[in-house]
């Protein structure tokens, strides 16, 4: 384990953290399409760190500001990082992908991105989706948020947080900021009910 009490790992905002066996972990994160971002092509990044093998920050502040002056999103010492990068300017649909063996041992991993190479402007225009990873069947599924994308919200004041599949129905459900919790219909496109649902902030304000 990591020594007690140590910061051993630094996330910005909008990092996931996905608990695995072994001391590890799995953290993500969207990035490339920041305002002014060109360097690099709109992305997902993973990572596996083995927690036991990181080493504690001496100056956790100073190295908050030095993640924060990068603009980056993670920042670990040691871990023995394996790292998988998925392009996200691809359309709807299944496409293939080749991750780093560790990878094959996970589950099934939904991630939350905009797609497609038109970028959105979080005020009235928007591409978000869900990025399915199959890392074993070496392939992604790419579903368009059309309910969101598509309808009346707020996109700066209201956003898909988290998702996940249901064990059962094999339906995904998630939830959201000013939204509430939805289940998705079979093409995991649009909303097929509303498991609760925040109608104050929703476009017909139903009470």
């Given amino acids: 384990m990591a020594p007690a009490k140590a910061t051993v790992l630094l996330l910005d ?15 993500w994160n ?3 399409r920041e305002r002014g971002a060109t360097i690099a092509p709109p992305r997902i990044t993973f990572v596996i ?13 100073a190295a ?17 990082p394996v790292v998988f990068e998925a392009l ?7 496409y293939p992908i080749s991750a780093p063996q560790p990878f094959l041992e996970l589950p099934e991993v939904l991630v939350l991105a905009d797609y497609g ?3 959105g402007n979080h005020f009235d225009k928007l591409f978000r989706a869900i990025f399915a990873f199959d890392f074993k069947g070496g392939q992604v599924t790419v579903f368009p948020q059309r309910w969101f994308n598509e309808g ?3 996109f700066g004041y209201q956003w ?8 059962a129905s094999g339906r995904i459900v998630g939830e959201g900021i000013r939204l509430g919790n939805f289940r998705l219909d079979r093409s995991a496109t649009q909303v097929e009910e509303w498991l609760h649902r925040d109608a104050f902030y929703h476009p017909e304000h139903e009470l």
Avoid: H, W
Wanted: net charge negative; glycine share 6%.
């Fill in 88 to 94: 996200t300017n691809m359309e709807e649909g299944i």
């Fill in 117 to 119: 190479s038109e970028a």
């Fill in 64 to 80: 908050a500001e030095t993640l924060k002056n990068r603009k980056a999103y993670v920042a670990y010492e040691g871990g023995d």
């Fill in 160 to 167: 898909i947080t988290r998702v996940q599949r249901e064990p």
């Fill in 13 to 27: 905002f909008c990092c996931y953290v996905l608990p695995l066996t072994d001391d590890r972990v799995l953290v």
């Fill in 49 to 61: 760190l083995n927690l036991s093998q990181l080493r504690a920050y001496s100056d956790r502040e």
């Fill in 30 to 32: 969207e990035s490339g």
């Fill in 152 to 154: 009346s919200y707020d």
